[in-house]
Nanobody, 125 residues
Framework: QVQLAESGGGLVQPGGSLRLSCTASRFILDYDAIAWFRQAPGKEREGVACINSEDDSTYYADSMKGRFTISRDNVEKMVYLQIRNLNPEDTAVYYC??????????????????WGQGTQVTVSS
């Protein structure tokens, strides 16, 4: 059964950091790109970062470059999203998702087949 599950969210003060984790079956990590998306209240889901399955190339949405780092550990079957210098605008539910391809190709949610349940990140003092 295909499963993705996020963890690591929580309440963080502005300027803080978090590392989100996404656990996935080895099958997914071997064959499909994995991306992180986020959805803030009242806003559409938006892409954050994506990592290829073949060569671990990483991609970031234009507005996300600089403070986010995506990485994967195939042994532990995990994909991570490191977020630095958090600000209140980063408050959202963060999701990991399986792409329909081995390479990262788009930020359209419809191009991703399986999603985790999300983990809440709240940035507030």
């Amino acid at each position: 059964q295909v499963q993705l599950a996020e963890s690591g969210g929580g309440l963080v003060q502005p300027g803080g950091s978090l590392r989100l984790s996404c656990t996935a079956s080895r099958f997914i990590l071997d064959y499909d790109a994995i991306a992180w998306f986020r959805q803030a209240p009242g806003k559409e889901r938006e892409g954050v970062a994506c990592i290829n399955s073949e060569d671990d190339s990483t991609y970031y949405a234009d507005s996300m470059k600089g403070r986010f780092t995506i990485s994967r550990d195939n042994v532990e079957k995990m994909v991570y999203l490191q977020i630095r210098n958090l600000n209140p605008e980063d408050t959202a539910v963060y999701y990991c998702a399986r792409a329909r391809s081995r390479a990262c190709r788009s930020w359209y949610p419809s191009d991703y087949t399986y999603w985790g349940q999300g983990t809440q990140v709240t940035v507030s003092s």
